[in-house]
């Protein structure tokens, strides 16, 4: 979506190596969210940030860790990857909570 | 705590039949509901959604869905499918950290 860049598109590691993903935004929107999908499950929270320096666990944080020392950018970084963490992975920003969300195209990340 | 459940993994229909995707949220607090839609390989676009006001919500492109309280569901319907709308839908919530809660996500099949 225009306005919100997740990188890299695709992603295959090792197990217990670490691998960071970037989202980017151009909109200056103050909140950004990380999801994972996986089949059965729908989207998870990982993490969320609500401003720069700022961020809290979602649902799903063990073995993640974020930073956001930019406004427009969110890291999602898995410190030592494990094969339960092979997924795709959402990031989102929204101007105003849960009313008004954008998605981005997502990462799919493979641990092997 | 909020939560969704959509009662249906897979829904296959033949073209230009009506189909329902079954959804019913639990909250406690002000309600915020919304569909959104994801066609393979891409990310999630807003299909509709409720805040407040009129129970009947309606898509550009020929969806609607009808917030009723004392069933708790956001049933989403189209009177007539398409094979373009062969996609999984995601029903989803707002949740105290402004972030979306989202059901297991249900998989529309339109068959020609």
């Known amino acids: 979506d225009a306005g919100i860049t997740q990188s890299p598109r695709h992603k295959v590691t090792e197990t217990g190596t670490p691998v960071t993903l970037r989202c980017h935004q151009t909109?200056?929107?103050?909140?950004m969210y990380w999801y994972r999908q996986d089949p059965g499950h729908g989207l998870r929270l990982i993490h969320y940030s609500y401003g720069v320096k700022d961020t809290d666990k979602g649902e799903v944080s063990d073995g993640y860790s974020v930073s956001r020392s930019k406004t427009e950018d969110f890291l999602l970084t898995l410190e030592s990857a494990t094969s339960s963490q092979t997924s795709v992975y959402f990031c989102a920003i929204s101007v105003q909570g849960a009313t008004g969300y954008t998605f981005g195209s997502g990462t799919r990340l493979t641990v092997v | 705590a909020q939560s969704v459940t959509q009662l249906d993994s897979q829904v296959p229909v033949f073209e230009e039949a009506p189909v329902e995707l079954r959804c019913n949220y639990s909250?406690?607090?002000?309600?915020?509901l919304f569909w959104y839609v994801q066609y393979p390989n891409q990310g999630l676009q807003l299909l509709l959604k409720?805040?407040?006001?009129?129970?009947l919500v309606e898509s550009i492109n020929g969806f609607e869905a009808e917030f009723n309280k004392s069933q708790t569901s956001f049933h989403l319907r189209k009177p007539s499918v398409h094979i373009s709308d062969t996609a999984e839908y995601f029903c989803?919530?707002?949740?105290?950290?402004?972030?979306?809660?989202f059901g297991k996500g249900t998989k529309l099949s339109v068959k020609p």
């Open positions: 909109e200056n929107h103050r909140y």
């Open positions: 989803a919530t707002g949740g105290s950290q402004g972030n979306l809660i």
């Open positions: 909250s406690s607090v002000s309600v915020y």
């Open positions: 409720y805040l407040s006001g009129s129970t």
